[in-house]
């Protein structure tokens, strides 16, 4: 299993600003994740957090507006950039631990743009 | 195209057996989840079918038939805290999870 911590756990922040969401975890893992979840509904997927090289996006989601990092096995971070109304979601990371077949989830960051 | 089909809101009974059904088209199947998430919580790990058949852990059972693209989640003895959103997910052929919108569970007394 994994353990996932998530910084901060929730955020309001204005209009045209970014936001840098951390994500750690208490172990090496090979693949990590980030998700956005709408109230009510269910997980969208963002991109896979590759270490050591670009992410990988999802089908509406780019590089200069969603950012990540992972410079190593335990940690990752996502910037949420030049903010709207519409990125007002809950930001999930997740990893895949090495000898592990489920995703483990951090719990959560909840932003709010106004 | 891929899609995942689950009901959207089921009501249950405390003490009472509910079943979850799970529909599912992908490229390529690499195993089923199910999880489970609590209101404002993330979603925890409840279960796993890659072979078809009945898998059974305490209260909670999935089952998998591959060749019908469906799975279900039986929740047995249930109880208030099983009011929670359940969430059904597959692994692609990338092992990429495609999920489902999700079940909220009502459990009523």
């Known amino acids: 299993s994994a353990v996932i911590s998530q910084k901060p756990s929730r955020d309001i922040c204005q209009r045209g600003t970014s936001l840098t969401i951390q994500c750690q975890v208490d172990?090496?893992?090979?693949?990590m994740f980030w998700y956005r979840q709408q109230p009510g509904q269910s997980l969208t997927l963002i991109a896979t957090?590759?270490?050591?090289?670009?992410?990988?996006?999802e089908s509406g989601f780019v590089i200069d507006k969603f950012p990540i990092s992972r410079p190593n096995l335990t940690f990752s971070t996502l910037t949420v950039s030049n903010m709207s109304p519409e990125d007002s979601s809950i930001y999930l990371c997740?990893?895949?631990?090495?000898?592990?077949?489920?995703?483990?989830f951090g719990p959560g960051t909840r932003l709010t743009v106004t | 195209g891929q899609n995942i089909d689950q009901p959207t809101e089921m009501t249950a009974t405390e003490g009472a057996i509910v079943q979850i059904n799970c529909t599912y088209q992908?490229?390529?199947?690499?195993?089923l989840f199910w999880y489970q998430q609590h209101a404002g919580e993330a979603p925890t790990f409840l279960s796993y079918?890659?072979l078809d058949g009945l898998e059974e852990k305490g209260r909670f059972s999935s089952f998998l038939s591959r060749s019908k693209g469906y799975s279900y989640l039986l929740l047995k003895e249930l109880q208030m805290k099983d009011s929670a959103s359940y969430l059904c997910?597959?692994?692609?052929?990338?092992?990429?999870?495609?999920w489902g919108a999700g079940t909220k569970l009502i459990i009523k007394p």
């Open positions: 997740s990893a895949l631990p090495r000898e592990g077949r489920e995703q483990y």
């Open positions: 079918n890659v």
């Open positions: 172990s090496q893992v090979t693949m």
């Open positions: 992908t490229s390529g199947f690499n195993g």
């Open positions: 997910a597959v692994a692609d052929s990338n092992y990429q999870l495609i």
């Open positions: 957090a590759n270490q050591g090289s670009e992410a990988t996006y």
